[in-house]
């Protein structure tokens, strides 16, 4: 799962935004290069479990590159 998924996923019976995540293991791909404008996520950034209004400086190349396996 990408961090991304988080700034658009909600609990579908109460709505409630953002979900909760606990990172257990991650796996990270160093070959991919971020070719979009930062930031990626729009409300809620799932890597820093911060709202994106909050972030100063965006890390989206090093969440770029991981994803949560469990």
């Known amino acids: 799962m990408k ?3 988080l700034d ?3 609990c579908p019976i109460c709505k409630h ?3 909760e995540h606990y990172v257990i293991e991650e796996n990270i791909y160093g070959d991919r290069v971020l070719e979009e404008e930062k930031p990626l996520c729009e409300l ?3 890597y820093l ?3 994106v209004k909050e972030i100063k400086e965006f890390p989206c ?3 770029f590159k991981k ?3 469990t």
């Open 3 to 5: 961090y991304r998924l």
């Open 8 to 10: 658009i996923l909600a």
């Open 17 to 19: 935004f953002p979900l």
């Open 44 to 46: 809620y950034c799932g």
């Open 49 to 51: 479990s911060k709202e």
């Open 61 to 63: 190349e090093e969440c």
């Open 67 to 69: 994803e949560v396996k």
